[in-house]
């Protein structure tokens, strides 16, 4: 389109934008009567596999903030086959984690060899008393509900082969 | 243009008993204006151009409830007054605001009979008395003994004031036009008016008195501080400006008396530009039936300017307010009465 | 008893201010925008000497968020430290990642594989829309416009969602790792983005009209708080506060190459007036530049492993290296000395706000008190950047 453009002051299309704005639906999602999902990968918490976990201390000397408390005891199992030796097996006796530390990292669920950690988008667990933040081994199993199957990825990852 | 006859009320009552009855209804209209015009504006408008939802939960429905929740919670706080503060000046100054917003709405009309006081010199009476409001606000910025406060009602006192004339100046044109200063001979001359001959809409000023009206606003926003003259009130060294020992019933005075003036001066502007109560061809008992909601619609649409003004624009700085009253809007406005004046003679 | 120089120096301060105030008979207002004030972005203080609405003299006091990042690094591994320095500067965290785990991987010797590398930029110049998108609307909030600064907010989201699809956290992503990042994107995400920048560019366009065309907005900043360039340069100012001074300088075009800058077509905004509106306009430029270099480094994403060949445990060789990258609110280094362990030795942060607000004393003479606050919004540091 030729001819000059009549542009109008900066004071008046300041307004269209606010009422246009008006005129559009709000962004609002009204927690808590409606809520949004967040993201497969979201970090909401923590669960915990009991069964993989060996006692290997490894997520908690990675924690930066030292917010994991484990304790476990060493018990003898018989052996696998007749005329062996016994076997020596790690059983966990506290698997502590205090969200009221945790910095949701991520570093003990990635540590972990043994794949007992595992992230949740569950984010809704506040509490009254900071005390009741420190979540122990039974609740981080019940987490493991949450926890979402792993997700496939974009276009151009490389799939790797199976560990 | 002749005057209307006062129509006599078709009851005969006691003096004293209208007076109160009077009295009643002004100050039943100012919380109700101010909190319909806060819920409606404040909450609900400002929320939508900010793309939110404002309250939706107080009372159910789209959270209608939350101002009224709001003064109930102000009432019940406690009464903390400085030590240091004068304590007379201190109380009496939100009351000196709320008497000025009171004052304006005697002289609105509402409706062919509706009117609290029809005088003859409406207009320079309303002026005058919205000017009463800059005491209060030096009231409550000297008795707060608070450096931050006293600045803060300094620099109000100096918005307000330089705001007064172009607020006066803008309606001379409209006087002029009318032939007359009160109220209701306004809103008569403009129902019974006509365009070119034609007298379906009646004679809005506004479409005369345009820059009147623009002159108005402007002002009118400079005397409610709100922004984009705000700056007694928002950026103000830390708080609230002159109001920022008032807390309690006190605060919500203060904020009554700037929505309740809010409502009033859009009131004024929606009588002296758009016709107040009047729809062209209705007289009688409809009109003073209709005349309340007509205004009150009237009321609406000013006010929605105002307030879209409010959240659309960042505040100015006091010097270039100062400048923008005394170098522009003054010689605009007496521009104005010159020109309306020259027509006013040669057509 | 001695006293020490400090406390010497601060008596004679006082002494030499009451003998110009007995001197002069006038007694300027000393003004606290204390810690808490919605002016200053977190706990910063100015201590600022009126002469009635004039500013005499002004002293940016800071350290009231001090955190002890420089100390804590000398006691973590890398993967820990790379979790504590996405709170530095709050806003981009993504970006305060990149220096240093460059450095490491400089110090390694090993290289982040293509992928890795288009990702960490993509990743990067989300966290500098994201930033610059709050920039432009919570400074129109400080100038009195209310408006702005929700849509500021409500525009970030989509970009704080995206970061949140990819790397499992909104503000603290956490997601580069010595060699190349954590996991690869979800499915769906490069859709995502795109539909999520040609939303951005919209915003930014309704920024234009809102704020940068409003005549109040213009008379406000324009001419207020002028840095000029060699001031400016002097006293450290970096980022897009030393562009809208006329200095053509990016330090992802300039400066030692990292991440890959070198392979797209962008350019350097630059304003030539150094004030307030420049610093305004310079950053809302940027924001529509990053827009268009993400959309580019989509298109042009290559496939393969985003992470090198890198031991299980992380050992960094001895070495020293400084690495310094632009973020969004300047230049940030680190300066790395590695002794070996699996953490390093001591980090320098030399953090972009830190030197940006040393230039406030000087800035902020002669101004009025409402200028004080567009100057201080305009300049935009984050507490954590300057205090670490």
């Not at chain 2, 809103?187 to 006509?194: E, P, T």
């Not at chain 3, 207002?29 to 002016?39: E, K, R, S, T």
């Not at chain 3, 996405?86 to 965290?93: A, F, K, M, Q, V």
């Not at chain 3, 699996?342 to 004393?361: Q, Y």
Request: hydrophobic share 45%; with cysteine.
């Amino acid at each position: 389109m030729t001819g000059p453009k009549f542009k109008l002051p900066g004071v008046v299309s300041g307004l269209g934008v606010t009422f246009r704005t008006m005129m559009k639906p709000a962004v609002t999602v009204q927690y808590p009567h409606e809520r949004e999902d967040p993201p497969g990968r979201a970090r909401g918490v923590i669960a915990l596999k009991e069964e993989n976990c060996t006692v290997c201390m490894l997520c908690a000397r990675q924690c930066p903030d030292w917010c994991i408390y484990i304790e476990g005891h060493k018990e003898k199992r018989p052996p696998r086959r007749a005329g062996g030796r016994d076997r020596t097996v790690s059983v966990l006796d506290r698997f502590d984690i205090d969200y009221a530390l945790c910095m949701y990292c991520g570093i003990c669920v990635e540590v972990c060899p043994f794949d007992a950690l595992f992230w949740s988008p569950e984010y809704e667990y506040s509490e009254p008393r900071i005390g009741e933040l420190l979540h122990d081994k039974e609740k981080l199993g019940e987490w493991m509900q949450t926890v979402n199957p792993p997700e496939p990825l974009e276009v151009g990852a490389e799939v790797k082969g199976k560990k | 243009m002749t005057l209307p006859v006062p129509v006599p009320l078709a009851i005969d009552a006691p003096w004293g008993l209208i007076v109160a009855i009077k009295t009643l209804v002004v100050l039943s209209v100012i919380p109700a204006g101010a909190l319909i015009l806060g819920y409606v504006f404040l909450l609900k408008m400002m929320s939508h151009m900010q793309s939110r939802l404002g309250p939706m939960d107080p009372g159910g429905f789209h959270g209608w409830f939350q101002l009224i929740g709001d003064g109930i919670k102000f009432i019940q706080k406690e009464d903390i007054i400085p030590a240091e503060a004068d304590r007379r000046v201190f109380m009496a100054a939100p009351v000196v605001v709320l008497i000025s917003t009171f004052l304006l709405y005697i002289v609105v009309p509402a409706g062919p009979r509706l009117v609290v006081a029809d005088l003859d010199v409406g207009v320079f009476y309303a002026l005058a008395v919205s000017s009463l409001s800059v005491i209060g606000v030096l009231m409550a910025g000297w008795a707060s003994a608070n450096k931050y406060a006293l600045l803060g009602a300094l620099r109000a006192a100096a918005q307000l004031i330089a705001y007064e004339l172009p607020l006066v100046l803008a309606v001379v044109g409209v006087v002029i036009q009318a032939g007359t200063m009160s109220l209701q001979g306004i809103v008569h001359f403009q129902q019974d008016g006509s365009l070119f001959g034609w007298n379906g809409l009646g004679f809005p000023l506004i479409l005369t008195q345009f820059f009147g009206f623009v002159i108005f606003l402007i002002a009118a926003q400079a005397e409610l501080t709100q922004t984009p003259f705000d700056m007694p009130v928002a950026e103000s060294e830390l708080v609230a400006g002159y109001m920022v020992e008032y807390t309690g019933f006190r605060f919500l005075f203060f904020f009554m008396g700037e929505f309740g003036t809010a409502f009033a001066f859009a009131g004024i502007a929606a009588t002296l530009f758009l016709g107040g109560w009047s729809i062209p061809h209705v007289h009688g008992t409809l009109a003073d039936v209709l005349g309340p909601i007509v205004l009150f619609t009237k009321v609406m649409i000013v006010s929605f300017l105002i307030f879209w003004a409010r959240f659309t624009y960042p505040r100015f700085r006091e010097d270039q307010l100062q400048a923008i009253a005394w170098k522009y809007l003054i010689p605009l406005s007496l521009a104005n009465i010159l020109a309306t004046g020259i027509f006013k003679v040669v057509f | 008893m001695t006293l020490d120089f400090r406390a010497e120096a601060l008596i004679q301060k006082h002494l030499a201010d009451a003998r110009i105030n007995i001197e002069l008979e006038t007694e300027g207002m000393v003004l606290n925008l204390g810690p808490q004030h919605p002016a200053t972005h977190g706990t910063l203080r100015v201590v600022v000497k009126l002469d009635g609405e004039r500013v005499v003299s002004a002293d940016p006091v800071i350290g009231y968020m001090h955190r002890g990042y420089e100390k804590l690094t000398e006691f973590r591994t890398y993967p820990q430290i790379t979790t504590l320095i996405n709170r530095i500067d709050w806003l981009s965290s993504f970006a305060n990642e990149v220096p240093f785990i460059h450095g490491a991987e400089l110090l390694m010797g090993v290289e982040a594989p293509p992928r890795a590398e288009y990702i960490r930029t993509i990743l990067t110049e989300l966290s500098r829309i994201a930033t610059f998108v709050l920039f432009l609307g919570e400074m129109a909030l400080q100038v009195g416009a209310i408006t702005p600064a929700f849509y500021g907010f409500r525009d970030r989201e989509h970009v704080l969602n995206l970061i949140e699809a990819a790397t499992g956290g909104r503000f603290h992503p956490n997601f580069n790792r010595i060699g190349g990042l954590k996991v690869d994107l979800p499915q769906g995400w490069i859709d995502e983005t795109r539909r999520v920048m040609k939303k951005i560019f919209d915003s930014v366009d309704d920024f234009e009209g809102l704020v940068v065309g409003n005549e109040i907005f213009a008379v406000r900043t324009r001419g207020v708080g002028v840095i000029p360039a060699g001031v400016g340069a002097a006293y450290g100012v970096s980022g897009s506060n030393l562009r809208a001074s006329g200095v053509d300088w990016d330090l992802r075009r300039d400066g030692p190459e990292y991440l890959v800058y070198k392979d797209l077509d962008w350019r350097v905004w630059t304003h030539s007036d150094g004030d307030s509106f420049a610093r305004y306009w310079v950053r809302m430029q940027e924001t529509r530049e990053s827009c268009r270099m993400v959309l580019q480094m989509l298109d042009g994403l290559p496939a393969g492993p985003i992470m090198a060949k890198v031991p299980r445990i992380i050992k960094v060789p001895e070495g020293e290296v400084w690495v310094n990258t632009e973020n969004p609110l300047g230049e940030m280094g680190y300066y790395l000395i590695s002794k070996g362990a699996t953490g390093p030795f001591r980090t320098k942060i030399r953090s972009a706000s830190f030197s940006n607000v040393s230039i406030l004393p000087w800035l902020l003479k002669g101004v009025y008190v409402p200028d004080i606050i567009t100057i201080l919004a305009s300049l935009y540091f984050i507490l954590g950047d300057i205090d670490r």
